[in-house]
């Protein structure tokens, strides 16, 4: 497990930083862009950590007396030392690059034609309001407002997150990059920043929540998945509520993942004892002025969703649209379990994808199938519209670990948002149908 982990911090850090490398080689050759962009093909579908060890040797041999060598061997360095390592995979060394150069790819990720805004953006910041649920314990001093340690009851909040409108770019969290030591991250005009987050009791939270214009419409919870601090719940709560347009409030609830990659076996222990907790916290939105509640779960966080909602009553008369996307769900458990929620009065949705690595690895792991992974013909069962994905992409070239594209790609949020603020079903939404077996997927 440890192993296959290590490959996907790797992958994550290399995949993720693919432009930094372009960005160090200048303007490279027809010879080496051909051969860069087929270790890229190579590296973004390595079955195994041998392979990825192998295009690594080959991608440092290429590299080799560029600018770009030593960007490449931090990258791995400090992949490996996120794990824990001493010592990173091959024959990479810790080989620090400028911080000058790290600054310059930090403006120049998002393309060269966005740096003038940049640097002189004008445009005031976007505050936005999420009100929380969590069940992690309150951090006792710090920076940290919650820590990833569960707690016995849930603690409700309001936190404030603004939008650097000048830089943000549909789908993105702007965040200052891991390896870029300049800068302030928390500069609210180049990046997603949680501010304030107030405490609140949960006979205030509902009464604030209540008086909020747009609760009166329907409410749209956020459940995250794992490797997801508060902080960064947070944030891609705002995120989608920006992104998205809801016409109503976006509420976050959040479970304790620890953040961390190698937290993948304490989250899903803490997944699941987070279901009870969630079902208490549908019940409680039960009695308020919107007319209905939508309910959003990413990956793990799925496992909170169907447990939650799979006790002995119905939590909430107001459900109505579910969405389960990118399910780190096992396939049989979800056959059993969606057969007690399927004619609640709910309309439930799935979005899957052949290009999620994420949960290719914990297929892997797991040696099941996930219900958000797509290996031939996507999971379907009766009472669930499942939408294909993998056309929409998931990064530069194809790249990346594929699994945030329910959040990052404009064509999913414009479906999630016609979905959630018109109620359409699939067949309405400008998708494309599959008879045999029946699913619906977006046009290639």
């Known amino acids: 497990m440890n192993e296959d982990l290590q490959q996907l911090a790797l992958l994550d850090a290399l995949l993720g930083n693919w432009d930094g490398i372009h960005i160090r080689l200048g303007d490279p050759s027809p010879a080496l862009q051909a051969s860069l962009t087929a270790l890229a093909g190579r590296l973004a579908t390595a079955a195994n950590a041998d392979a990825v060890a192998l295009i690594l040797d080959e991608l440092l041999d290429l590299l080799e007396g560029t600018p770009a060598y030593a960007f490449v061997r931090e990258l791995i360095v400090r992949s490996q030392l996120a794990l824990g390592k001493t010592r990173a995979l091959g024959?990479?060394?810790?080989?620090?690059?400028?911080?000058?150069?790290?600054?310059?790819?930090?403006?120049?990720?998002?393309?060269?034609?966005?740096?003038?805004?940049?640097?002189?953006?004008?445009?005031?910041?976007?505050?936005?309001?999420?009100?929380?649920?969590?069940?992690?314990?309150?951090?006792?001093?710090?920076?940290?407002?919650?820590?990833?340690?569960?707690?016995?009851?849930?603690?409700?909040?309001?936190?404030?997150?603004?939008?650097?409108?000048?830089?943000?770019?549909?789908?993105?969290?702007?965040?200052?990059a891991w390896?870029?030591?300049?800068?302030?991250?928390?500069?609210?005009?180049?990046?997603?920043?949680?501010g304030e987050v107030e405490a609140l009791s949960g006979d205030a939270f509902l009464s604030r929540l209540a008086a909020e214009p747009e609760a009166a419409n329907s409410l749209l919870v956020f459940t995250h998945g794992y490797n997801v601090s508060f902080e960064e719940a947070a944030r891609r709560a705002a995120q989608l509520a920006f992104d998205l347009?809801?016409?109503?409030?976006?509420?976050?609830?959040s479970w304790p993942s620890c953040g961390s990659l190698l937290g993948y076996g304490a989250d899903e222990e803490r997944a699941l004892l987070s279901a009870h907790t969630f079902r208490g916290f549908l019940e409680a939105l039960a009695d308020g002025p919107w007319s209905q509640v939508h309910l959003l779960a990413h990956s793990m966080g799925n496992r909170v969703l169907l447990h939650g909602l799979a006790g002995d009553a119905?939590?909430?008369?107001?459900?109505?649209?579910?969405?389960?996307?990118?399910?780190?769900?096992?396939?049989d458990l979800f056959r059993q379990q969606f057969p007690r929620i399927r004619d609640a009065g709910a309309?439930?949705?799935?979005?899957?994808?052949?290009?999620?690595?994420?949960?290719?690895?914990?297929?892997?792991?797991?040696?099941?199938?996930r219900v958000g992974a797509i290996d031939g013909t996507p999971f379907i069962t009766e009472g669930l519209e499942t939408i294909d994905a993998?056309?929409?992409?998931?990064s530069l070239l194809g790249l990346g670990l594929g699994h945030s594209y329910f959040s990052d790609r404009r064509s999913l949020l414009t479906d999630i948002g016609i979905l959630v603020g018109a109620g359409l079903p699939a067949s309405q939404r400008g998708l494309a149908q599959s008879d045999r077996p029946r699913y619906w997927y977006f046009p290639r």
């Open 245 to 253: 347009r809801f016409r109503g409030r976006v509420v976050l609830f």
């Open 314 to 331: 119905w939590p909430n008369g107001k459900l109505a649209q579910v969405l389960f996307v990118a399910a780190d769900v096992y396939v």
């Open 347 to 369: 309309n439930y949705t799935s979005y899957a994808s052949q290009r999620d690595r994420a949960l290719f690895f914990s297929s892997l792991l797991h040696r099941g199938e």
């Open 390 to 394: 993998t056309a929409v992409g998931t």
């Open 91 to 176: 024959s990479a060394g810790a080989v620090c690059a400028p911080l000058a150069s790290a600054e310059a790819a930090a403006l120049a990720g998002d393309g060269s034609a966005r740096l003038a805004t940049a640097i002189s953006a004008e445009a005031e910041p976007c505050a936005i309001e999420i009100h929380f649920a969590t069940n992690r314990q309150l951090a006792s001093a710090g920076e940290e407002r919650f820590t990833a340690d569960p707690a016995g009851q849930l603690a409700y909040g309001l936190a404030r997150v603004t939008i650097p409108i000048d830089r943000h770019r549909l789908g993105h969290v702007e965040q200052r």
């Open 179 to 194: 390896w870029n030591r300049l800068g302030d991250a928390k500069d609210k005009r180049r990046y997603v920043v949680l």
